[in-house]
């Protein structure tokens, strides 16, 4: 969204800017009449007369050129800046598809009025067509990648991994992070890294995202069988967009059901993110997820921009901390001081801890000392199918 837009305010015969300066952004006009000239053999050319509601100056968005054009106020004028850094901004967060067309567009505006300034990708700086042909490649990359997801998801080319997470007493199994791959016919196994931005945007996450979890349920009875723990539980992950769905609760609860999952078996994990972005909306849904009897973790902790108090107001019942601290805690007393004083604040609020990316026993020992309850990592093992799952 375009927030903190500023207004500027010119009177008659102001200057907003002259051909040649440089620019950084578009204006709007919201009241007044605006004069657009160009210097022709050292006299002011008028070339147009614009009012309310039109747009000025809109090449400097995306170009580093100069003015082309002078702007005049010829009414006392009210205009509302648009900054090419805001601009710049919300593209970065655009899905790429929709930057490619921009920006495609844009050459074709700019060879259209056929003006030497106006260079098209292939003489601009290296650094900028760079950045268009990356533009380029995801606008494509995404194209083909939505495609190949819809066939995924009708010839079951997905799979489920599972990731055992240990009591840190015991090193029993006390649960599984069920983990996506995609079995590619031509790729070979693709990492959920390589596809999931792209269900996200499109929507697909949330086929994908019940797909994931009718699948952890359907494998839970088996699993199970190789859990020692008296609580055991299936962790499965959840998309952002998953949770602004209407349906979503009603979903859980049918796949819940069709499976005969023990709901306090399941736990949906979540990123802090999820709860920043929309903290009414998901307040709501993990209440209502939460009443079904299933507990929410809170995934990747520390990485995000929350603090434990904020999330107290969520059901939130076990924290997950992010692999940066835990692989860099002996190393970094800042890390190990952030694992420290998160399981001390999560264990005060009555949560679970777990501490993601254990690889040594090292790591294991210190974090049984600071009182950890749980851990996940390569020590205790790797993802691995339902059927290389020692039992
Ligand atoms: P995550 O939820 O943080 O999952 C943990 C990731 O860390 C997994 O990567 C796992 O293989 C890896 N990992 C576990 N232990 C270690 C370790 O000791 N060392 C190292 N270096 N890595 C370790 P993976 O499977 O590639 O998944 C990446 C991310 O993709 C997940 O991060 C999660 O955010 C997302 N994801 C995976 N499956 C699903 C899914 O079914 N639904 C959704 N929405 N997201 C998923
Ligand atoms: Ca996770
Ligand atoms: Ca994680």
């Known amino acids: 969204m375009l927030n903190n837009l500023n207004r500027e305010i010119y009177n008659i015969g102001d200057i907003i800017f002259k ?10 006009i919201e009241e007044g009449m605006i004069e657009i000239s160009v210097m022709n053999n050292g006299q002011a ?22 003015r082309t054009a002078t702007a005049k106020a010829i009414e006392n004028t009210v205009l509302i800046a648009i900054q090419r850094s805001l601009v710049n901004e919300l593209l970065e967060k655009t ?30 700086s290296s650094d900028i067509a760079n950045k268009r042909n990356s533009i380029r490649g995801e606008a494509t990359y995404k194209l083909t990648m939505v495609n190949d997801i819809s066939r995924a998801l009708n010839n079951d080319e997905f799979e489920l991994h599972y990731q055992p997470i240990c009591a840190l007493t015991s090193n029993n199994v006390a649960g599984y992070e069920a983990l996506i791959r995609w079995r590619h016919p031509t790729q070979g196994l693709v990492s959920p890294l390589d596809f999931l931005w792209v269900a996200e945007q499109t929507g697909q996450i949330r086929e994908v995202g019940l797909w994931t979890l009718e699948r952890a349920c359907r494998d839970w009875p088996i699993l199970r069988k190789t859990t020692n723990f008296d609580l055991p539980f299936v962790s499965v992950n959840m998309s952002p967009s998953q949770l602004t769905g209407e349906s979503f609760v009603e979903e859980v609860k049918s796949i819940i059901s069709r499976n005969g ?9 979540l990123t802090e993110n999820v709860i920043i972005n929309n903290p009414e909306v998901a307040l709501q849904l993990l209440m209502q997820l939460t009443e079904l009897g299933s507990t929410l ?5 520390g990485t995000g921009h929350s603090s434990l108090e904020t999330l107290d107001r969520y059901p939130i019942g076990t924290l997950k901390i992010d ?33 993601e990316g ?30 290389n799952i020692p039992r």
């Open 358 to 387: 254990i690889e040594t026993e090292e790591v294991r020992r210190k974090l049984l000392e600071l009182g950890c309850n749980f851990g996940q990592g390569w020590l205790f093992g790797r993802p691995a199918e339902l059927k």
């Open 297 to 301: 973790a809170i995934d990747d902790f």
């Open 323 to 355: 692999r940066y601290f835990t692989s860099s805690m002996l190393a970094s007393a800042q890390s190990g001081e952030i694992v420290n004083s998160s399981i001390q604040l999560a264990h005060s609020l009555g949560m679970d801890v777990v501490a």
């Open 95 to 124: 899905d790429p598809i929709v930057r490619h067309l921009l920006l495609v567009i844009l050459d074709r505006y700019r060879n259209k009025r056929g003006n030497a300034q106006y260079s098209s990708i292939s003489h601009q």
């Open 19 to 28: 051909e040649g300066d440089e620019g950084d952004g578009a204006y709007l």
């Open 261 to 269: 999952m023990p709901p306090t078996e399941l736990k949906l994990e």
């Open 45 to 66: 050319l008028q070339v147009n007369k614009i009012g309310k509601g039109e747009l000025f100056g809109e090449v400097a968005l995306i170009d580093h050129q100069p």
